[in-house]
């Protein structure tokens, strides 16, 4: 069996993010042909163009990790109705210098978790936006908007509720599957490309 490799951002940098706990509950009811690595977020300095012509250590560092996922997990909580800054942050590094976009072509699952009932809906949809223009392939359906219930969800990510745990389970399943669906019907482009054609990017 196939082994692929899924690069996971929590949009929280929070230390008793209920979002950690979330990932973690995502990974044990995940399909064993997925293997999981966390892409830390917490230390990338804010974006600036200034650094296109020479990225810090942590921003290749992201870049890398990215480009060496075959998928990326986004889960994260709603802040303002929107996007984490941190998060967003953490794109917007992934996403330059231009014609270097690391996350064009990768499948992309977006799930988070609140302690209110829409549980990151509209956080959702704005990721759905920027993953869009950023030509990253998105699982659109299971939807998962999840309500947090400590009773639910112990720390380890274990989940006490049966209706819950079927509902992620078929989640990360239909994750599994559209990965390889995307992979399978990937082709070379020059958006993300590690040597892009410099005369496709005047265009």
């Not at 800054?85 to 953490?90: P, V």
Request: aromatic share 10%; proline share 7%.
């Amino acid at each position: 069996m196939a082994t692929y490799k899924i690069g996971y951002l929590v949009g929280s940098l929070a230390s008793n993010s209920i979002n950690r706990i979330l990932s973690k509950a995502l990974i044990k009811l995940a399909p064993e042909e997925l293997e999981f690595t966390e892409i830390p977020i917490k230390d990338l300095p804010l974006y600036s163009p200034d650094y296109d012509a020479d990225y810090p250590a942590a921003g290749r560092a992201f870049k890398d990790a990215v480009a060496a996922s075959h998928g990326i997990l986004f889960i994260s909580p709603e802040y303002n109705r929107s996007i984490p800054g941190a998060l967003k942050n953490a794109i917007d590094w992934g996403s330059r210098p231009w014609g270097t976009n690391s996350f064009a072509r990768k499948p992309t699952g977006i799930i988070g978790t609140s302690p209110g009932s829409i549980g990151t809906a509209v956080m959702q949809s704005s990721m759905r936006s920027v993953l869009s223009f950023l030509d990253a392939p998105q699982l659109n359906a299971p939807e998962a908007y999840i309500k947090f219930n400590k009773d639910v969800f112990a720390e380890d990510g274990t989940v006490s509720d049966p209706n819950t745990a079927e509902l992620l389970r078929h989640y990360m399943e239909e994750y599994s599957a559209f990965v390889q669906r995307v992979l399978a019907a990937n082709a070379p482009g020059h958006i993300g490309d590690e040597h892009p054609d410099s005369a496709k990017l005047t265009r």
